[in-house]
C-alpha cells in the first residue's frame, strides 16, 4: 500500500479535496485523507505536515499558471492585456473546483492563522506576477502595480464566485471587475 | 516622574521615533525610550508590549485619517477623487517623518515576523478604506477595488520613497503612481 506510486501528491490533493468538499473539516482526519488515497499516513506526512498544509497546496501552480501564461504572451502585448489573460486562464482551471474552493474558503474564513497564510500566499503571489512582468520588459512600478491590481481582482472576484449561488463564473466575475478597474480609472483623480 | 501628564503615549512614541532614528534598533531598550519621554519603563508597558509595538503605533492615526479624509469629501466626488485626496493628505504628513520612516522600512525589511504584521495593517486598511467609500455611497465591488488600489499605491510610493534619496516627495511618488494606474487602465484588457 506504501509502495512509490506516481502522482502520490496530486492524489493525496485530491483525496483530500473531495472529503473537504464532503464533510467537516475538523471531522476529517489524516488517515482518512490517505486512505482515500490508497496510501499510507506515514506517505501523507512525507508530504504535508498537516491536513491544514493541503489547502495551500495548489499555490505553485496557482503561480506557475499566472507566470506561464505572462512569459508566453506576445511582444506587443500591454501589461493589462497580460494579467487579464493570466486571470481569464487561471479562472477557467478553478472553474471546475467551485465546491472544492467554496468549501476551503469557509476553513480559511473561519480561522485567522488560515487567513494570514493565504494573505501571505496572494503577496508572494504579486512578486511573482510582478517579476513574470519585468521579464517581458515592464518597467518599475508599473510591474508592481499591474501585479497588486491583478491579485486584488482575483481575490474579489474569487470572494464573490465562491459566497454567492448565482451562476455567474469566475471569469465573468473578474472581467466585471476588470471593467470596474478601467471606469474607477478613468472618473478623475 | 510617573505621575499621569497629557499625551503620554504620543511621547513615548515621539521619544521612540527619535531614537530609532538615531541609533540601531537593536540598541535601543525600553529603558531609554521611556527615560527620553520623561518617563518610567513601567509607564512603557502601560501603553505598549514591547519596542517594536511602538513601531505599528502609527496605524489608528493613518487609518483614521484615509477614513476622515473620505468622510468630509463632497457628495460629487468619484471614488479615484476621494482616496486621491486621501492619499494626498497622508503624503504631506508622511513627509515631515521621513527619517523615522527610513529607519522603521529598514527594521520591518530585516525581519520577516514584522514583515507580516505590516502586511496585516495594510489588509486592514484596505478594508477602512473599503468601509468608509461604502458609507459614502459607492457600491461593492468598486469600494473593495478602489481600496485594494489605493494601500497598493501607498505602500509601492512608500517603498520607493523611503528607499531612494533623491529630493522627490512622497506625494509626487504617489501621482506617478496615479497616473500609472491610468495608463494601465487605459491599456486595453
Redesign the interface.
Given at each position: 500500500m506504501s509502495r512509490w506510486k506516481p502522482n502520490t501528491k496530486e492524489r493525496l490533493e485530491r483525496a483530500a479535496s473531495e472529503l473537504f468538499a464532503e464533510r467537516d473539516f475538523d471531522d476529517i482526519t489524516v488517515a482518512e485523507i490517505a486512505q482515500r488515497a490508497g496510501l499510507t499516513e506515514r506517505t501523507f506526512f512525507r508530504y504535508f505536515t498537516d491536513k491544514r498544509e493541503v489547502l495551500f497546496s495548489g499555490r505553485q501552480a496557482l503561480e506557475d499558471a499566472f507566470s506561464d501564461t505572462i512569459a508566453s504572451a506576445t511582444d506587443s502585448a500591454?501589461?493589462?492585456?497580460m494579467v487579464?489573460e493570466a486571470l481569464m486562464n487561471v479562472g477557467e482551471f478553478m472553474e471546475t473546483r467551485r465546491e472544492f474552493a467554496r468549501k476551503r474558503q469557509s476553513i480559511i474564513t473561519a480561522n485567522p492563522e488560515l487567513q494570514?497564510r493565504e494573505?501571505?500566499k496572494m503577496?508572494h503571489l504579486s512578486r511573482v506576477i510582478a517579476e513574470a512582468l519585468i521579464k517581458k520588459g515592464v518597467t518599475e512600478?508599473?510591474a508592481?502595480?499591474?501585479a497588486?491590481?491583478t491579485t486584488?481582482?482575483f481575490?474579489?472576484?474569487f470572494a464573490?464566485w465562491v459566497v454567492t449561488q448565482d451562476t455567474m463564473s469566475l471569469n465573468e466575475h473578474m472581467?466585471?471587475?476588470?471593467d470596474?478597474?478601467?471606469?474607477?480609472?478613468?472618473?478623475?483623480?
Open positions: 500591454t501589461p493589462l492585456q487579464t494570514e494573505l501571505l503577496e512600478p508599473t508592481s502595480l499591474s497588486n491590481m486584488a481582482i481575490r474579489i472576484a464573490e472581467k466585471n471587475l476588470l470596474q478597474f478601467s471606469t474607477i480609472a478613468a472618473s478623475g483623480q
